[in-house]
């Protein structure tokens, strides 16, 4: 069974993942498209200038763009390999894209989705700083004392604020946003019964027992 996680962007991405991937091992295969355009952006080439100019003037880069390199991406995947896709479904014609080619290729796939209120969202994003050199994000929520350093827990470089998760409206914006794409994503994969709609506001360990449960039926 594969598995893409769709979730809203908020500072408290990965951790699902993380635990499916210490869970299965070397069975699953990840897919994070954000390292992927990280990496392709340091490569000297027309395509990582191209993606570099983007995410320095904080634009999205292209759902087509995102699409191939999910189709590349499951080229490398063997047939008795599970697939864990941490990304959202932004468009419903990628939504219809991405599951006809996974039935072409025979996979069974769930999206779960982790359900989360605006107002929670707007928390954690708000919580959220960023390093400057690796590009991780994390959350003053879940580790208070990175206000007293402001260095990164990874490479020890400064950490800073995203201008545009400090200011409400643009946040507000962003939520607004999401939803315009994804909701008629999430109803189309409701009719196809591959959705599982989970709530992301209980304990992770509680939320990673659930995908377990959900996966293994
Ligand atoms: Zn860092």
């Given at each position: 069974?594969d598995i893409i996680l769709?979730?809203?962007?908020?500072?408290?991405?990965?951790?699902?993942s993380?635990?499916l991937l210490?869970?299965f091992?070397?069975?699953m295969k990840y897919c994070?498209?954000?390292?992927?355009?990280?990496?392709?952006?340091?490569?000297?080439?027309?395509?990582?200038?191209?993606?570099?100019?983007?995410?320095?003037?904080?634009?999205?880069?292209?759902?087509?763009?995102?699409?191939?390199?999910?189709?590349?991406?499951?080229?490398?995947?063997?047939?008795?390999?599970m697939i864990l896709w941490d990304?959202?479904?932004?468009?419903?014609?990628?939504?219809?894209?991405?599951?006809?080619?996974?039935?072409?290729?025979?996979?069974?796939?769930?999206?779960?989705?982790?359900?989360?209120?605006?107002?929670?969202?707007?928390?954690?994003?708000?919580?959220?700083?960023?390093?400057?050199?690796?590009?991780?994000?994390?959350?003053?929520?879940?580790?208070?004392?990175?206000?007293?350093?402001?260095?990164?827990?990874?490479?020890?470089?400064?950490?800073?604020?995203?201008?545009?998760?400090?200011?409400?409206?643009?946040?507000?914006?962003?939520?607004?946003?999401?939803?315009?794409?994804?909701?008629?994503?999430?109803?189309?994969?409701?009719?196809?019964?591959?959705?599982?709609?989970?709530?992301?506001?209980?304990?992770?360990?509680?939320?990673?027992?659930?995908?377990?449960?959900?996966?293994?039926?």
């Amino acid at each position: 069974m594969d598995i893409i996680l769709s979730w809203i962007q908020a500072s408290w991405k990965g951790t699902q993942s993380r635990l499916l991937l210490e869970h299965f091992g070397e069975k699953m295969k990840y897919c994070e498209m954000w390292w992927i355009l990280r990496w392709l952006q340091t490569t000297d080439n027309p395509i990582g200038s191209y993606l570099k100019n983007l995410t320095e003037s904080w634009q999205l880069v292209k759902d087509e763009i995102i699409s191939g390199l999910w189709w590349v991406f499951m080229e490398t995947v063997a047939d008795d390999e599970m697939i864990l896709w941490d990304g959202m479904l932004r468009q419903i014609w990628q939504t219809i894209q991405i599951t006809e080619k996974m039935r072409d290729k025979d996979r069974l796939f769930k999206v779960i989705h982790l359900e989360i209120p605006d107002e929670e969202v707007i928390k954690r994003i708000q919580s959220r700083l960023l390093c400057k050199q690796c590009q991780r994000s994390f959350s003053i929520l879940q580790e208070p004392t990175l206000k007293v350093w402001w260095k990164c827990p990874n490479c020890w470089w400064e950490l800073y604020i995203r201008p545009d998760d400090a200011d409400i409206n643009a946040v507000r914006n962003r939520i607004q946003n999401f939803y315009k794409g994804t909701t008629p994503s999430l109803e189309w994969l409701a009719q196809q019964w591959i959705l599982i709609r989970i709530d992301w506001m209980q304990d992770e360990n509680k939320i990673f027992n659930q995908i377990l449960s959900l996966i293994s039926k």
